[in-house]
């Protein structure tokens, strides 16, 4: 067979795969709605109520973001805000000094199946901004590289290589310092 | 006894060129040691008076450079290397020859180190051989007439001075301002001096060869028959005898006759005379070939000869069933790597202005929220900006050059792959070597077949269209809503196919390659396409 049958023949198989490979095809049952898909138990330690409320959530959110997999921190008012928690009552506990008192609070954490989209969602969000970031100074270093090279091409043919070591010495201090700021900004 | 010397003396001409072909190539290194590289860089004086700024060209007996003398004159500096003895020589004898169509040779020097130099005219110009190497089917006929008679009268005037050239071959002759400046003296030898005694270097190059320089006859018919054989390039954008070695080509040369089925039927007999194996049959001079073709007119014959042709004779053969000939009509203006390399950080620069000028557009239309201003930007700017670079950059390369479009779908195909998965990452994809949880991810949309589908996506569109046209030097048109329509299409189409782009916007992947079809094109070179030609002929890069 010839080359281009071979080509055609692959394209063909790609257009297959990647229709039995789309999330389509793939597509899981939904879970039932009312079933939390995660849950959780946290206990918050604090010298008032509010703060051992505050260390149960923060310790919720160290949870989600090593569990999740997601590489997404919530925030304590996140999960407020989606009533993902529900605080019992405060208790009262001793400790040895310089503790003392404390109170310790639970709280239960439930995730549901809209709820991890929305967390999917948010982490999704914070990925693309940092990776935008990232791209954003890839793509003025390689624009940088792109003008200092053309520019040093076009003036030393314009120059007929008059100038062609005082180019050399600025195209290359340029880049320099564009390397520099790079690594400071970046 | 006669033919084992003739053998001997082939065998030896063919080691020579050869080494002297990987001496230019750079192969192997040279007498002095060192590997073939400029000796001198920019700045640096080695001959009074002048100051090198750069190097411009390597052969066999020396190296090139661009220089300036101390008084502005802009020059070209050869320095002569190995056989120095017959290239001073050359350039001796013609030092004060004046012709508009040959190089000037201004003096001979001798720098601090008993280096020998050239002093010449500095032709800015390109080599034949690099613009017939863009023509595969060879020259416009007229073009071809044009420049001939230039190289016919330079070589006339040589001969006519007592001077045999004797490797006129295309990378000897420069076009300038569309003169043709015949260069590169370094061989030349008086015609008297051509005995075979006389001889201590085989020379020319060995598609440029006439038959009997084996047998140490150097001259002025050799430089007839170089010529005829360049005439035979231009006219067809091929040598007649070529092999895969020097010893077969030279074997041609003395044995074969050329096929001369692609030759027009009036430059035919000009051609077969010229190529005639005896010297006796060819022209008596350059400057009787020079009147054959003059006499051809103006008006070009586009009816080719027919295959197969008897061996060259001097009388005319005459044409027979008319075949047309695809033929570009005008010469395609010279664009060395050097340009190209400028001309693609243009484009790839200006694709990047131009994608940010699109995308603040369209975000502009959209109107998201103000959170997501910056975000929906990105989404659109990069996956373009990533398309755009994807599609210049192989095309730069692809440009005015006949190929096999589907190796360059499957390139593009693979391409295209790569920018799927770049903007799959771009839009948060997560790869499940990402993810360090420990608890299972119930369906998470993002995993891997979206990364297939975006994958799919860009490789599938960028194997549809042949994108490398809208990139094209001489396209039809400057900017044509076709090729956006086109991508618009295809864009559709796949969205049908591979339809749950999970987590991607479908409008904005169509927009994306409509964005990368209007912005290749607007920043792509385009120069006005030759004229209209006749019916039968097609442009070969149409």
Not at chain 1, 44 to 67: K, P, S, V
Not at chain 1, 147 to 162: D, H, I, M, Q, S
Not at chain 1, 163 to 177: D, E, K, P, S
Not at chain 2, 92 to 112: E, F, I, S, W
Request: proline share 7%; hydrophobic share 45%.
């Amino acid at each position: 067979m010839r080359v281009s049958t071979w080509l055609r023949l692959a394209s063909l198989c790609l257009i297959a795969g990647s229709l039995s490979a789309s999330p389509l095809a793939a597509r899981s049952p939904v879970p039932e709605p009312k079933k939390p898909l995660y849950h959780e138990e946290f206990t918050g330690y604090g010298a008032t109520e509010l703060a051992a409320r505050e260390d149960a959530l923060r310790l919720a959110c160290d949870w989600m973001q090593q569990n999740l997999g997601l590489g997404w921190c919530p925030k304590s008012d996140y999960l407020l805000d989606q009533k993902m928690v529900q605080f019992r009552d405060p208790e009262d506990k001793q400790f040895e000094p310089p503790l003392n008192n404390m109170k310790v609070v639970k709280m239960q954490l439930d995730i549901t199946d809209n709820q991890y989209f929305d967390i999917h969602k948010q982490a999704q969000h914070q990925r693309m901004q940092e990776r935008q970031k990232t791209s954003l100074l890839v793509l003025f270093g390689l624009v940088s590289l792109l003008g200092v090279v053309g520019g040093y091409l076009r003036l030393e043919e314009a120059t007929k290589g008059y100038f062609t070591r005082l180019l050399r010495i600025a195209a290359i201090g340029v880049l320099v310092l564009i390397l520099a700021g790079l690594c400071v900004v970046g | 006894m006669a033919l084992r010397e003739f053998e001997a003396s082939l065998a030896e001409i063919a080691a020579r060129i050869r080494r002297r072909e990987r001496i230019r190539d750079g192969d192997i290194a040279t007498e002095q040691g060192g590997c073939m590289k400029f000796i001198y860089s920019s700045g640096q004086r080695p001959l009074e008076g002048f100051t090198l700024k750069r190097g411009i060209g390597r052969g066999g007996f020396g190296e090139v450079y661009f220089a300036v003398s101390d008084g502005g004159k802009e020059v070209a500096l050869k320095l002569v290397r190995g056989d120095t003895q017959i290239e001073m020589r050359g350039v001796a004898q013609c030092l004060n020859l004046k012709h508009p169509n040959l190089v000037n040779l201004y003096d001979m020097r001798t720098d601090g180190q008993g280096d020998r130099w050239v002093v010449m005219e500095y032709i800015a110009g390109e080599p034949l051989n690099v613009i017939l190497g863009r023509h595969p089917g060879g020259l416009p006929r007229e073009l071809a007439r044009e420049w001939f008679l230039g190289l016919a009268r330079a070589i006339a005037y040589l001969h006519d001075h007592g001077i045999v050239h004797r490797d006129v071959k295309p990378a000897n002759i420069f076009l300038e301002n569309g003169t043709v400046k015949v260069g590169d003296y370094g061989l030349s030898k008086a015609i008297g001096s051509s005995q075979r005694t006389a001889q201590t270097h085989s020379v020319g190059t060995v598609h440029y060869m006439a038959p009997e320089i084996s047998t140490g006859n150097y001259g002025k018919p050799i430089d007839v028959y170089a010529a005829g054989i360049i005439l035979y390039e231009a006219l067809t954008g091929k040598v007649p005898f070529d092999g895969e070695s020097c010893g077969e080509i030279l074997m041609k040369h003395l044995t074969a006759p050329p096929d001369l089925s692609k030759i027009p039927s009036d430059y035919l007999p000009i051609v077969s005379k010229a190529l005639s194996k005896n010297p006796a049959q060819r022209y008596a001079s350059m400057a009787e070939m020079a009147r054959a073709i003059e006499a051809l007119g103006s008006e070009p014959s586009r009816v080719p000869a027919a295959a197969p042709t008897p061996p060259p004779r001097a009388a005319a053969v005459p044409a027979r069933s008319p075949r047309p000939q695809e033929q570009v009509l005008v010469a395609l203006p010279a664009v060395s790597r050097r340009a190209q390399l400028m001309e693609l950080c243009g484009s790839m620069l200006m694709s990047v202005l131009f994608t940010g000028l699109g995308s603040i557009l369209w975000t502009a239309i959209l109107q998201p929220k103000p959170d997501d201003l910056r975000l929906e930007m990105g989404r659109i700017f990069f996956p373009t900006v990533a398309a755009c670079w994807a599609i210049l950059i192989p095309s730069k390369f692809w440009t005015e050059r006949r190929g096999d479009s589907w190796l360059r779908r499957f390139a593009l195909l693979l391409i295209g792959g790569l920018v799927g998965v770049g903007g799959w990452w771009m839009d948060g994809g997560l790869l499940p070597l990402d993810g360090t949880g420990s608890l299972p991810v119930p369906h998470g949309p993002m995993q891997g077949a979206a990364g297939m589908s975006y994958f799919s996506y860009f490789a599938l569109a960028f194997f549809a269209m042949r994108w490398w046209r809208m990139t094209a030097r001489h396209r039809a048109h400057r900017f044509s809503f076709a090729p956006i329509l086109g991508a618009g299409f295809w864009g559709l189409v796949l969205m049908l196919l591979i339809r749950p782009l999970s987590g991607a916007n479908p409008g904005l992947l169509v927009l994306v390659l409509a964005m990368t079809a209007t912005i290749v094109q607007l920043v792509s070179p385009w120069e006005q396409p030759p004229a209209p030609c006749a019916k039968r002929l097609r442009l070969r890069y149409a």
